[in-house]
């Protein structure tokens, strides 16, 4: 991928299924309040984020991009509500 953000932006790649535990899959369209993404690209003036990183941002942020067929957002790093660990 080559999509280089400017300044304190992020790229990030939207993770469109969530399988819960069970076996329950739970897409896109039944999240209400906010989304998962992993952090493909960082912007020069971001602090905090790192490439890889699993975030958590609020639904109505960034903006949708389409590149090679895939789909990603790219927001400002305070947009970014949190970074998710491992279990």
């Known amino acids: 991928m080559h999509i280089e953000p400017l300044e304190n932006r992020v790229v990030i790649k939207l993770l469109e299924e969530k ?7 739970i897409p896109t369209e039944a999240k209400e309040k906010s989304m998962e993404g992993i952090v493909m690209t960082v912007g ?3 602090r905090r984020l790192k490439e890889g990183d699993t975030v958590l941002y609020s639904k109505f ?3 949708e991009v389409i590149y ?3 789909d990603f957002l790219i ?10 660990g491992s279990e």
Not at 19 to 25: E, F, L, S
């Open 19 to 25: 399988v819960r535990p069970g076996g329950i899959i």
């Open 44 to 46: 020069p003036d971001v």
């Open 61 to 63: 942020v960034g903006t």
């Open 68 to 70: 090679q067929g895939e």
């Open 75 to 84: 927001m400002k790093e305070s947009e970014v509500l949190a970074i998710l």
